[in-house]
């Protein structure tokens, strides 16, 4: 089971996505960005899962919440970007 | 204890500060530091008051930076627009947290306005003195000393028709009177969480449409592969570790406000200002610094006693006031205080009509004459 991480260059920019998905109604958690796929070291994203990413990116854009990256991660630790 | 020391320090808080306050210290970590439970719960009571303070004060939560006072602020906001030998206009009314950090950049200053509870003295000063090559103007929404409200829309209006830098000073009015960020057009907005805003001592807030430069380097918990600081807000003004249980009582006292209201807040002291003014007026020997656009701050001095005898003996009778120059020298001088200072009596929302009268009373019995 995949999870799919949006990332954000701030703590606070994560934040704001999470509060903005979560009243759309999917699920959306903060978390730090695996450290595979940080860009400059200590990043913050918003974790949605599989069924929600095409309608959680949507839903940012819409809102002009823009994130740096989105990643789908595997169990193991392995990243790969989405919409590149 | 009778407390008329507001302006300082609001020392009657909602219960739930306090509550907050304890419980981060017990439940919450770093915020934005890790991805455990506690800092979670951090990160959380953070973003939260940003996100009430944004709300309160025109801004978004990204554009509120925590800081440890307005001065920590405001040093920000002046260091970020002003350069050595930069032409700045200030208030005759500003506080050492405005007049200090500009004389140490080496700012060409400029001050505006002197005539105490003159409002259209002051717009017309400002007029004059927003020349082509003012770099900023740095004003306090209301004076420290002596309550006096400033027109800070008019003079906010007057920047943005000529593109010069705007820096406010809400120490006195943020939680009593409107602030707004975006409707003033301010680059910046200072002001402490520990007097309106009845937070913990060592908070504040710094509202940034303008992008800052930081004052203090180092961890932020992001991009730390660079050296540099990162420049989105907030990151970029927030080094090190934050006040978090401040910060969880700083969102108690602005949930607070938002429920109280800014305006009731201003309702109650304005009417506790008036009794309090009309108990005091009548005074033999009493100046009373009033004027129409006051805030729930009130100056006095008695003939023939020196003013921190004067707040000697109301303290020995268990009324807090504070006396001297109350780090605002400028301000004196424009109202002709600064050789003997003053007394300063301040309100706040949980201040009552007996407190103002007992503390008015109190005054009327220290001026009375001594009879043989």
Redesign the interface.
């Known amino acids: 089971m995949y999870e799919y991480y949006f990332t954000f ?5 994560a ?2 996505a999470a ?1 903005l998905l979560q009243q759309g109604g999917i699920r959306a958690t ?3 960005t695996p450290r595979a796929v940080s ?6 994203a918003v974790a949605v899962g599989a069924a929600d990413v095409y309608r959680a990116a949507g839903m940012l854009r819409g809102a002009l919440v823009l994130f740096d990256k989105c990643y789908r991660v595997s169990p193991q630790g392995g990243a790969e970007e989405v919409f590149p | 204890m009778i407390y008329l020391d507001s302006a300082a320090t609001t020392l009657r808080k909602p219960p739930a500060v306090a509550q907050a306050v304890a419980e981060a210290m017990e439940h919450c970590a770093s915020l934005g530091r890790s991805g455990h439970s506690a800092a979670r719960r951090a990160s959380e009571v953070a973003y939260a008051c940003r996100e009430a303070a944004a709300s309160l004060f025109g801004a978004q939560s990204e554009q509120v930076v925590f800081t440890f006072n307005a001065t920590h602020g405001l040093n920000i906001a002046i260091r970020s627009l002003v350069s050595p030998g930069d032409r700045v206009v200030i208030s005759g009314f500003e506080h050492n947290a405005v007049l200090r950090p500009l004389h140490a950049l080496g700012a060409d200053i400029v001050v505006a306005g002197r005539r105490l509870f003159d409002r259209a003295d002051t717009l017309a000063a400002f007029d004059a003195a927003i020349t082509p090559g003012t770099r900023a103007v740095v004003v306090t929404h209301v004076s420290n000393v002596f309550g006096y409200v400033l027109p800070i829309e008019e003079i906010a209006a007057r920047c943005r028709e000529r593109g010069v830098a705007l820096i406010v000073d809400a120490a006195q009015s943020a939680g009593i009177l409107p602030v707004s960020l975006s409707e003033w057009g301010a680059d910046f907005i200072a002001m402490p969480g520990h007097k309106g805003l009845y937070g913990p001592q060592g908070t504040g807030l710094l509202l940034c449409a303008a992008p800052p430069k930081p004052l203090l380097f180092g961890g932020t918990g992001s991009l730390s592969e660079l050296p540099d600081m990162p420049a989105f807000l907030p990151d970029v003004a927030e080094a090190g570790t934050h006040n978090v249980p401040g910060i969880a009582g700083l969102l108690a006292g602005i949930s607070y406000l938002r429920r109280r209201t800014v305006a009731a807040v201003a309702a109650h002291e304005t009417a506790l200002l008036s009794r309090l003014c009309r108990a005091l007026e009548p005074i033999a020997g009493l100046k009373v610094y009033r004027g129409v656009h006051q805030s729930g701050v009130v100056s006095v001095n008695l003939a023939g006693m020196d003013c921190e005898a004067l707040a000697e003996a109301m303290a020995q009778q268990d009324v807090a006031v504070r006396a001297g120059l109350h780090c605002a020298p400028l301000a004196h001088a424009s109202a002709g205080t600064l050789q003997t200072g003053t007394v300063r009596l301040s309100l706040c929302d949980f201040t009552t009509d007996a407190e103002v009268d007992a503390a008015a009373a109190l005054l009327g019995k220290i001026g009375a004459p001594v009879k043989f």
């Open positions: 260059r701030s703590m606070t920019q934040q704001r509060g903060p978390r730090r860009r400059g070291g200590c990043g913050n």
